[in-house]
DNA sequence: GTCTATACGCTGATAGAC
DNA sequence: GTCTATCAGCGTATAGAC
């Protein structure tokens, strides 16, 4: 289950990576040449392309952990007995996920060529709808469609946000999950314990 | 106050700016060239670079319109005399705009290169913060930050949603603003009768 | 396995002729 | 207003040296 986006390792590869995630949080994907990534290296930009086909290439591999971290959410959330609680559980894991990848959540999000890459692949593809399904619930009326569409670009929008960049991140957890029960109208007992849900993957 | 994009007319440059239009939300800014502009329209790309000294002067002349629906919301709710309203009038405000704009919100809020294009013009940048100021109300606390940011993303990332296109304008006015309502704790019955706001500006 | 050299077609952008 | 011509830079791609 994890590391589908192939994992041949190699030192290069991982200092690339590294490399490429740095630059692209900073400037974004599209503002981010293969030529950018090669110059960060110290090598030319064909040095790069031997390493990953394309630029989709390295952007998935960045990207891979993080939807690792989705599917240890999706897995727990799936497995509670009843819907409330999938709901519940979903929740916290996502809002998880999203305060402990900022800075790959900006890029997951607020890019048009990674959202797009994403809706592309079929597998990230069908993990985005096991959440939304999650979080929804079978045959959802329009209000929670729309509940569960605000939630999802305002969790994105709210990591991303340079207002919010100084806020640790536990009070940002807190908030968030305060915002997000209000969105889907979860009472804040809802749910098991503390449940047990994503696999870390805190990325840098 | 209207028209601060540059407003010389011309039939040819109104032509351009409904092809960019349509371009723009099909594909994305990013994913449309001069090229592809030039091309619907039968012309050069130079001929397209004379009307517009750049990519990003198109830009902002398609936003153009959306922004000054965002001053038409602005200054109603500036101008109510309790910070309930003034909240309350503004969350109408900016749910009836954005609804009214849904493409041109995909536009604005699903590419990086016009985010920052907003964020970097200082005009369109202050409009911005005055409605988070009106959001969010006078030295606002974590949590209320928090929350105006969700918002924010929540309300765009609806907008674009494509689950949500099927869905009517008045059906989605209504559960956006159910749903800000909660996200910002606003009562339903805040704010004055109907509020005239928002200077209509129906793209297309 | 890791890299360099070289090239293709495309982009946004500029200068100047008609 | 529109054209042709030209530019550096981009993502992509192949061939081949070590």
Redesign the pocket.
Known sequence: MAGQGGR?A????ERLLAAALTLFARQGVSG?????I?DE?G?????V???F????DIVLAVVGPAIDGLAGVIGPAEAQTTGARRRAVALRGLVDLIVRNRRLAAILYADPVVVDLVRTDPALRAYGERMKALLAGPEPDVATKVAVSVLGGGLAGAAVDPLLAGVDDATLHEHLLATGRRILRVRPGSGPHSAGCSAAVAIR
Chains 1, 2 share one sequence.
């Not at 086909?53 to 989709?56: G, I, L, R, T």
């Open positions: 041949r190699g030192a290069a590869r981010t040449s293969l030529q950018m090669a290296l090598v030319t930009k064909a040095a392309y031997h390493q086909q394309s630029k989709d």
